[in-house]
């Protein structure tokens, strides 16, 4: 059975906006004489299209996505590389990580909610560390709308324990329909399905922990 803990309609489209706005300020200060006053219009006219419709044109909740068709980056050291289990330090599918589970976090160096669930983030990736009935579930985060040296300094900032994958121009993100930040999602490695998706800052780590066992005992 799959849950969606996003909250309402208007929840999920008051988050979405923040988004929304999070790029805009990333285009503007982009350096882009191609693409970037086109992307900052289009931005702005879907923010205005979904304050005007209450959510009417939200995105899709997550869970109608699978991450069995997105490629992810190549790991940038030895050290995730063997986190994931990978075999070689090439660009690979969720469902090349030795892992029964994954939990993944949508979020950008450039959200100030995302820097308010920094640390939780870090508590429960240590929480699944130190259980040892959860070793076959792996944690890493997303990064999306930020260059590399901006995610650098979320990094040092925030002193995250597991991997940060790069995706500077949101081409996950945009192929799920635009995923609000922080948006955190419970994956099946097996078959790339979302099982379970929060948007917003976690509240309750030890509850969401709870989830993630659930879901591990049902996999």
Request: with cysteine.
């Amino acid at each position: 059975m799959r849950a969606h803990a996003s909250g309402t309609r208007k929840g999920w489209a008051k988050m979405h906006v923040l988004s929304l706005f999070n790029r805009i300020g990333y285009w503007v200060g982009k350096k882009d004489e191609k693409g970037g006053s086109i992307r900052f219009c289009q931005i702005i006219t879907c923010a205005l299209i979904l304050l005007q419709s209450g959510g009417a044109f939200c995105a899709a909740p997550a869970e109608q996505f699978l991450f069995s068709k997105f490629t992810l980056p190549a790991p940038d050291s030895a050290q995730v590389q063997e986190y994931f289990g990978l075999k070689a330090m090439k660009p690979f599918k969720v469902s090349d990580i030795k892992a029964k589970l994954v939990v993944i976090e949508f979020m950008s160096p450039l959200c100030p909610h995302c820097h308010v669930n920094a640390p939780i983030m870090n508590s429960i990736y240590k929480t699944i560390q130190a259980d040892s009935g959860l070793t076959e579930v792996k944690v890493f985060a997303i990064a999306t709308l930020g260059e590399k040296d901006q995610v650098e300094a979320y990094k040092k900032m925030f002193q995250p324990p597991f991997p940060v994958m790069l995706d500077e121009d949101a081409v996950i993100s945009a192929s799920m329909g635009g995923v609000p930040t922080p948006t955190t999602m419970i994956v099946s490695t097996g078959d790339g399905k979302v099982l379970f998706s929060h948007t917003g800052v976690i509240q309750d780590p030890d509850k969401f922990v709870k989830q993630i066992k659930t879901f591990f005992k049902k996999t």
